[in-house]
């Protein structure tokens, strides 16, 4: 893996197995013996900028579109039921973590939101928030760049609130949508 794939997947990690997004307790099948194995694979088709947030909407719509099958556990006897016998169970989801990503230019004077190919070429500093839509910061990742003060940190967080509002609305939308189509 390149350094910008290390980058995105430590990023992603943060942002849904640590703010523990995915109720991993519902995986379990029996306890200490068998559990389901959730692994998010994402290609990247075209690159023109901040992957880091494309990935996390990506992963987190995937989670919340993904559906398993339901399993009946009598005794020592586990039973996967077939589509044609059960419908299959969605995962249990705590929250959406939604990630921001900001460029910083010019000392930090100026910033951007969702950075560009180009402007991640020449940006002088950048930050990614990981938030919910009840305002909860599950991760805060600044490696490297300008310093930052707090209250730049704080006006971030306020666009980054608005942000995620947006983005988990329409991600809620699509899976309806296409809840409806099924």
Do not use: Y
């Not at 005794?75 to 016998?85: C, K």
């Not at 299959?88 to 939604?98: K, Q």
């Not at 310093?147 to 939308?173: H, N, R, S, W």
């Amino acid at each position: 893996q390149t350094d910008e794939e290390v980058l995105v997947s430590r990023l992603i990690e943060k942002a849904m197995r640590r703010s523990r997004a995915l109720d991993t307790e519902g995986l379990c099948i029996v306890a200490g013996e068998k559990v389901w194995s959730i692994r998010v694979d994402i290609h990247f088709l075209d690159h023109d900028g901040n992957l880091v947030d494309a990935a996390c909407i990506a992963a987190i719509t995937a989670l919340l579109h993904f559906r398993r099958p339901d399993v009946t556990v009598v005794g020592e006897d586990v039973t996967i039921h077939t589509l044609e016998q059960r419908n299959p169970v969605p995962l249990s989801i705590h929250h959406i973590p939604i990630c921001t990503t900001f460029a910083f230019f010019n000392n930090g004077e100026r910033m951007v939101v969702d950075p560009t190919f180009l402007e991640e070429q020449v940006k002088e500093g950048d930050m990614t928030i990981t938030l919910n839509v009840h305002k909860e910061v599950c991760a805060l990742s600044k490696a490297g760049g300008i310093p930052m003060e707090i209250d730049q940190i704080l006006q971030c967080t306020k666009i980054a609130v608005v942000k995620v509002a947006e983005i988990t609305a329409q991600i809620q939308a699509a899976l309806e949508s296409d809840a409806k189509k099924r």
